[in-house]
Nanobody, 123 residues
Framework: QVQLVESGGGLVQAGDSLKLSCVVV????????MGWFRQAPGKEREFVAA????????FDADSVKGRFTISGDNAENTVYLQMNNLKPEDTAVYYC????????????????WGQGTQVTVSS
């Protein structure tokens, strides 16, 4: 059984930074492509970023390009999302995901989901 445990969310002001972490628990020795989605109230779940299994490839949504950076540490089974210059429109629950099959920008492609961590950005 694979579990994804997120941490690092919180309440910040516009322009601040936050770093989210996600630890993969279970199936030690296996690595996966991983990513982040977010969901704001009343909106659909939205792709944010993804990283390849070897950590060499990353993909960002246009809405966060140049502000958010995804990275991973396979030795620690952890993926990070560094979020800089946060904006009120970044307010959402952020979900860590792992093991995609298909179009990785679509939520349905991902096999494993974390419980989510709230990020709130005040203006």
């Amino acid at each position: 059984q694979v579990q994804l445990v997120e941490s690092g969310g919180g309440l910040v002001q516009a322009g601040d930074s936050l770093k989210l972490s996600c630890v993969v628990v279970g199936r030690t020795g296996s690595t996966y492509p991983m990513g982040w989605f977010r969901q704001a109230p009343g909106k659909e779940r939205e792709f944010v970023a993804a990283i390849t299994q070897d950590g060499r490839g990353t993909f960002d949504a246009d809405s966060v390009k140049g502000r958010f950076t995804i990275s991973g540490d396979n030795a620690e089974n952890t993926v990070y999302l560094q979020m800089n210059n946060l904006k009120p429109e970044d307010t959402a629950v952020y979900y860590c995901v792992a093991d995609p099959d298909g179009e990785f920008t679509m939520p349905i492609a991902w096999a494993y989901w974390g419980q989510g961590t709230q990020v709130t950005v005040s203006s």
